[in-house]
């Protein structure tokens, strides 16, 4: 299995910071899996950003709610995430990553997009 | 939330040192916590998970052990490639939540 980040690298302050995770070596239509998503500023800890079940079950970061939207793309095996009114506290290196049954471990990452918000 | 509280923040070790890093959480988590290890400029890497069980094709030197809010990771015999920053996660509660890191590097 192997998933890969992309989008843009740069968001302007206030506009909407979105990504797409492409999934391949297996099928994000399944119930044993869930789509994650997961930030890590520069030279700062991990932060987990949120997670969706193929089933349309979804889990948020607290401090991200309202702003986040995670859904699921069957039709090209990928996942997006979508983060409103973004500010430089958003710039961040983005990971999508697979959680297991339980909602984690994450066993399976993406290598990362570096998203800066800029103006 | 709960917090996950990680010691030491950094430590140097030589070649072929056993190496014990920490991972305190902030209320009961049972056994609902995986290990992580990110070099430099890579994606986290999943190592143990539900405490204790070791990742299909990670090393036998790396293990774990705890339950409740007390948790341990060792390195037995540290190797090169094992340079790098371990974090722990917990997924008892929600949000989902990691500890801020321990950072190993060789003396």
């Known amino acids: 299995l192997q998933l890969q980040e992309s989008g843009p690298g740069l968001v302007k302050p206030s506009e909407t910071l979105s990504l797409t995770c492409t999934v391949s070596g297996g099928s994000i239509s399944t119930s044993s899996y869930n789509w994650v998503w997961i930030r890590q500023p520069p030279g700062k800890g991990l932060e987990w950003i949120g997670s969706m079940f193929y089933s349309g079950t979804t889990n948020f970061s607290p401090s991200l709610r309202g702003r986040v939207t995670i859904s699921v793309d069957t039709s090209n095996n990928s996942f997006s995430l979508t983060l409103n009114s973004v500010t430089a506290a958003d710039t961040a290196v983005y990971y999508c990553?697979?959680?297991?049954?339980?909602?984690?471990?994450?066993?399976?990452w993406g290598q990362g997009t570096l998203v800066t918000v800029s103006s | 939330d709960i917090q996950m509280t990680q010691s030491p923040s950094s430590l140097s070790a030589s070649l072929g040192d056993s190496v014990t890093l920490t991972c305190q959480a902030s209320q009961d988590i049972n056994f609902y916590l995986n290990w992580y290890q990110q070099k430099p400029g890579k994606a986290p890497k999943l190592l143990i998970y539900?405490?204790?069980y070791l990742e299909p094709g990670v090393p036998s030197r790396f293990s774990g052990s705890g339950a409740g809010t007390h948790f341990t990771f060792t390195i037995n015999s540290l190797q090169p490639e094992d340079i790098g920053t371990y974090y722990c996660?917990?997924?008892?509660?929600?949000?989902?939540?990691f500890g801020g890191g321990t950072t190993v590097d060789l003396k």
């Open positions: 996660q917990q997924y008892d509660n929600f949000p989902l939540t």
């Open positions: 539900d405490a204790s």
């Open positions: 990553a697979r959680g297991g049954y339980n909602w984690s471990p994450f066993d399976t």
